[in-house]
């Protein structure tokens, strides 16, 4: 079973909207923390915001918030007041705590182009 | 602070030469992490490295890949006869240590392209 799923290839917002990108995961591990990254045209990774599964709130980090619904095993990623500079290619990762703690298992990524 | 640099930006070989990619890791971070990105496709781990140890290579192919970190240097990802399969994106990535919140910064990442 795929560990992160992100079922948007590509999605379209106008600018100043919010957008939410979706991920789900999968995981047996009960300690657990999920991670989003954004990949702009130039091909770098840039770490967006965190989320712990044991964390009582919602993460936000600027216009970045994660809507994190644990019993739906979801933590998508919601983007407000949408400007141009977000278009780019946005993933989802988790890294277990228990299990393969090593790793970051990344989901296949949803484009999002922002329309002026 | 300098971020994670990897070099080079692009590297282009031809079919059985081998390929070098070099990743050094944030100041002050010892742990360094390998992925692979295909075209079209999230990153995918390869291996886990501290100084002068591989810790986790369960991600890397059995043959042609190997990876280090010296005490003194950059980390190398060294691929052998390369393939047109192995034509890919290589993103290294370091932290500083393994807290389970500790987000892994990464590099440019480096285009393999093979002829």
């Known amino acids: 079973a795929q560990k992160i799923t992100q079922t948007q290839p590509g999605m379209f917002v106008q600018e100043k909207e919010a957008v939410t990108l979706d991920c789900t995961y999968d995981?047996?591990?009960?300690?657990?923390?999920l991670f989003w990254y954004k990949q702009p045209s130039s091909g770098e990774m840039i770490f967006l915001i965190y989320?712990?599964?044991?964390?009582?709130q919602n993460a936000t980090e600027g216009r970045y918030s994660l809507n994190f619904q644990k019993a739906r095993k979801s933590a998508n990623l919601v983007i407000s007041a949408s400007q141009l500079g977000d278009s780019a290619m946005y993933f989802c990762?988790?890294?277990?705590?228990?299990?393969?703690?090593?790793?970051?298992?990344f989901g296949s990524g949803t484009k999002l182009n922002v329309k002026p | 602070n300098a971020g994670v640099m990897q070099n080079p930006r692009h590297l282009v070989r031809r079919r059985g030469q081998e390929a070098r990619l070099r990743c050094s890791p944030m100041?002050?971070?010892?742990?360094v992490y390998w992925y692979r990105q295909l075209p079209e496709e999230g990153l995918k781990f390869m291996v886990y490295l501290q100084k002068e140890n591989i810790i986790d290579e369960s991600g890397m192919p059995k043959e042609r890949f190997s990876a280090e970190f010296p005490k003194e240097g950059p980390s190398i990802l060294r691929i052998q006869q390369v393939v047109r399969g192995d034509s890919a994106a290589y993103f290294c990535a370091s932290s500083p240590d393994r807290g389970l919140n500790q987000p892994q910064h990464f590099g440019d990442g480096t285009r393999l392209s093979i002829l």
């Open positions: 990762a988790m890294r277990e705590g228990s299990y393969n703690f090593n790793k970051f298992y």
């Open positions: 989320q712990g599964s044991y964390d009582q």
């Open positions: 100041k002050g971070h010892s742990h």
């Open positions: 995981t047996s591990d009960p300690s657990y923390g």
